[in-house]
Each structure stands twice: as C-alpha cells, then as structure tokens.
Nanobody, 127 residues
Framework: QVQLVESGGGLVQAGGSLRLSCAAS????????MAWFRQAPGKERESVAS????????YYADSVKGRFTISRDNAKNTAYLQMNSLRPEDTAVYYCAAVTTYGSFLAPRLRHEYNDWGQGTQVTVSS
C-alpha cells in the first residue's frame, strides 16, 4: 500500500503560479503512472494531467494545456504539478493518484484507472 501526500496548495491571485508536490511513501512509485485530478465544489472529479513511469508520456486536459506541467522525480518518489497563469476556474481540491503499470508506457486519464489516492490539497485562485 502506498501513501500519497499532496502539498503546495494555497491562495493565489489570477495569473499567479503554484507548484504542487505529491510525495509517496510505503513503496516505490517508480513503476507507476501518476496523475493529478481536481474537484471543484458541486462538480465531478476531473483529470488534469498524467505521466508515465519514466516521464516519457504525458497527458493534459485541454483546459490546462500550455499552463500546467506534470513531472516526476523517481529518486525522490515524488510527482509535481507546476501551475502557471492560474485562473479562478482552476479553483478546486487537487488530488494525486498512482497506479502500477509495471513499466508500461501508459499515462491513464480516467479516475477508475487509479487505485491509490492522496487526501488532496486546496487551490484557490482569486480574481
């Protein structure tokens, strides 16, 4: 069982930046795909970005392309989400997720494809 802990959320003005971190413990996630999802009040949890085990494959939701960057450092057992040019509509709780892909070059996009989740970190963007 892996534990995922998100950090780096907070309150920022529109146009600002935040960097989220997802630290894994309990086992290595170096063979896992990892992803960031978000859930705004009253809305479904949606995919933001995902990354394959070696970082070679990435996926971004259309709403964040060109503004957000997902990355990972397997030596630190950590994934990141750099968020630039933030907008009020980016306000949500951001969740980290992981799934073992046994080294396959996959970056799953769907919520049900992930079986390990963090508790989330709040991101609030003011206008």
């Amino acid at each position: 069982q892996v534990q995922l802990v998100e950090s780096g959320g907070g309150l920022v003005q529109a146009g600002g930046s935040l960097r989220l971190s997802c630290a894994a413990s309990g086992r290595t996630v170096s063979r896992d795909a990892m992803a960031w999802f978000r859930q705004a009040p009253g809305k479904e949890r949606e995919s933001v970005a995902s990354i394959s085990w070696n970082g070679g494959i990435t996926y971004y939701a259309d709403s964040v392309k060109g503004r957000f960057t997902i990355s990972r450092d397997n030596a630190k057992n950590t994934a990141y989400l750099q968020m630039n040019s933030l907008r009020p509509e980016d306000t949500a709780v951001y969740y980290c997720a992981a799934v073992t892909t046994y080294g396959s070059f996959l970056a799953p996009r769907l919520r049900h494809e992930y079986n390990d989740w963090g508790q989330g970190t709040q991101v609030t963007v003011s206008s």
